[in-house]
């Protein structure tokens, strides 16, 4: 065989046979990287379960985690119903202390109302009830309290003792007396009753509310006192005939 065939076929074995060394080569380098990025120990790899194992030893782990969280949830959850039973609760209580204050202020509103109501229906009936009648005695002390009323009713000035003074002297107090013998008698006009007063000066000065009777006590002092009380100032200032 010629000398350039040999080397021709001894160069395509040399070829062939680095290719083979450089495959064993980048075998070996792969499988140390792989055996390098596995964490334990090399028998792992070696026995030929790392993915197994790699799972067998994180699973109690992730369930551990797993059970802590749930265990969290559930306490946080006690916690949330725990405090909105508290508030629902407190809520209620304040929204009955709300009714319950109404409810009583509603109350003391309608008893002072009803209050209020008997006082005025109470006043009402003070106020529809007649006031008595003042009753006087039927003598001359009896006429002339009763003319006197009537007088300050009248703003006529006069008193008890004025009054009392000339009617004695005038009619000795009696009310039918009558004059038939002075000026005034012989002109027709005779005086009459306790203060011995003319029919003219009667009507001219006769009080309201009184009899027109001349002969009338009280109808008779009171016009008197009212005559008096115009020409003399009071009856309490007249000491003789008038």
Known sequence: MPKNVLNRAHSRALTKQGKIAIAGV??????????????????????????????????????NVKGTVTDQLATESVKLDTFAAQKKAADEAAASKKAADAAAAAKKAAQERAAQQTASRSTERLDMQPVAAKTYANNLDGWIRQALDIMKQHNIPGSYSGLHRNIMRESSGNPMAINNWDINAINGVPSKGLLQVIQPTFNTYHVSGTSWNIYDPVANITAAANYAAHRYGSMDNVNSAY
Do not use: E
């Open 26 to 63: 980048a075998a070996l380098g792969a499988a140390a990287v792989a055996l390098s990025a596995v964490p334990g120990n090399t028998s792992t790899v070696i026995n030929g379960a790392p993915a197994a194992d790699a799972k067998v030893a994180a699973g109690p782990q992730l369930k």
